[in-house]
């Protein structure tokens, strides 16, 4: 299947004035915050990938690297509707004064999940623009990093609790094309890869139930948000391979140049072009006109995608640099 081109779009919110407006009763507070200013540590890049003649031999791909929310499932409702849970069920009032729990709606966490990655710190920055709430674990707000801390963890703990039970419910699936391209790496000798910014257990919940147990032992490399310090954007998860243990070419035995990585979003490809590797989108209804230029190819989904397509893609693309 050919690639799409995606047009470039903003990841702000509405600015008309009824928009403003509307988004002000709901979070008296703007996401127009620069993506580049949301992470507090600087990104670190890899080196640009180098150019080959192409009298050199052929370059190949070694590994696929899958993120696992928004590539292998459509999961974004499922986080939201998990956090909600969560703010009813500890009664999160933010403002302090609220008459009723903090609630999240669509189009708000669609921005917000896609300029920070990761549940603790979508809820510290959260917190942190319009106010630290008060809830049934601390009646008043908490002022010390200590108690904003416990917050956070509890809150998070337990809508990862709701979200496995989600995912365990049995109605939620693999997106199209997934299964069949990771027999294919697998069947091909290629290395099979998951890296999610996502808590390693629900992670690792949702590969079993979604991938089976056969596919996840098979993998050759698995690392989740709790492996890591900084989330995405910041690239950490994929050069880990170049730096330590914990880096996943590392442990793959490969270059970041010839490694793909699979994503669905633009903190996702910032991570993957930050560790020197190349990048393909299968993007959601949720970040479908975020702005994918830096992508090698940008697909609906995987149905279409063959290994022999990703081959071709990644060579072309290291040889034109």
Known sequence: MPPTTMASTSLFLPT???????????????????????????LRRAPRLVAVSASASPASLD?????????????????????????????????????????????????????????????????????WPSSKIFQTPPSTDSDKEKLVDIIQDWKTE??????????????????????????????LAVCSAAT?????????NLIGLERFNGL????????????????????????????CTQKLGVESKNCLVVEDSVIGLLAAKGAGMSCIITYTPSTANQDFMDAIATYPDLSNVRLEDLKLLLQKTLVTG
């Open 63 to 131: 590994a696929l690297i899958f993120d696992c929310d928004g590539v292998i499932l459509e999961s974004e409702h499922l986080h939201r509707q998990a956090y909600n849970d969560a703010f009813a069920h500890f009664g999160v009032r933010c403002p302090p004064d609220s008459a009723d729990p903090l609630y999240w709606d669509e189009a708000f966490y669609d921005e917000l999940q896609n300029l920070i990655g990761g549940g603790k710190p979508k809820m510290r920055w959260y917190f942190g623009e319009n106010g």
């Open 200 to 208: 390693k257990s629900s992670v690792i919940m949702c590969l079993e």
């Open 16 to 42: 008309t004035a009824g928009a403003a407006a509307a988004a002000a009763r709901r979070h008296p507070f703007s996401l127009r915050t620069p993506l580049s200013q949301v992470s507090t540590t600087r």
């Open 220 to 247: 050759d490399c698995f690392l989740a948000g709790d492996d890591v310090k900084l989330k995405k954007p910041d690239p950490t998860i994929y050069i880990t391979a170049a730096e330590d243990l914990l880096c």
């Open 162 to 191: 709701r979200y496995k039970e989600i995912i365990k419910s049995g109605t939620v699936e693999p997106r199209p094309g997934v299964l069949r391209l990771m027999d294919e790496v697998k069947g091909a000798g290629i290395k």
